[in-house]
């Protein structure tokens, strides 16, 4: 009686082994289009951006200092913080582009 628990089970026929990665592969996917390329996009964007950077445009850092371009150079951007208040900062740094923004009262 024993024997017959221990027996192996008997062949139901071949699985396709695609169908064994199928559920990997959708993840995968799913990874690319909802993490991966809009992530991409961004950076894309935000170098196009930093590229696009003039004397005079409104930007804010990554540390939350809000300021006016004076001047863009290679690698970094001269910013008026404050009348005749300037700092220099790495082009890394600027994130958003404040024209669009309405200023509150």
Not at 12 to 31: D, E, K
């Given at each position: 009686?024993?024997?017959?628990?221990?027996a192996q089970?008997?062949?139901?026929?071949?699985q396709?082994?695609?169908?064994?990665?199928?559920?990997?592969?959708?993840?995968?996917?799913?990874?690319y289009?909802?993490?991966?390329?809009?992530q991409m996009?961004r950076?894309?964007?935000?170098k196009?951006?930093?590229?696009?950077l003039?004397?005079?445009?409104?930007?804010?850092?990554?540390g939350?200092?809000?300021?006016?371009?004076?001047?863009?150079?290679?690698?970094?951007?001269?910013?008026?913080?404050?009348d005749?208040?300037?700092?220099?900062?790495?082009?890394?740094?600027?994130?958003?582009?404040?024209?669009?923004?309405q200023?509150?009262?």
């Amino acid at each position: 009686m024993n024997y017959l628990l221990m027996a192996q089970p008997a062949a139901q026929g071949q699985q396709n082994p695609l169908m064994g990665f199928l559920p990997l592969i959708l993840i995968i996917v799913v990874f690319y289009f909802f993490m991966i390329r809009p992530q991409m996009k961004r950076q894309k964007e935000l170098k196009a951006f930093r590229e696009s950077l003039a004397k005079g445009d409104k930007v804010v850092t990554t540390g939350g200092i809000y300021g006016k371009i004076v001047e863009v150079k290679d690698n970094y951007v001269l910013l008026e913080v404050d009348d005749n208040v300037k700092i220099r900062v790495d082009k890394a740094a600027v994130i958003k582009d404040m024209s669009d923004v309405q200023t509150q009262k």
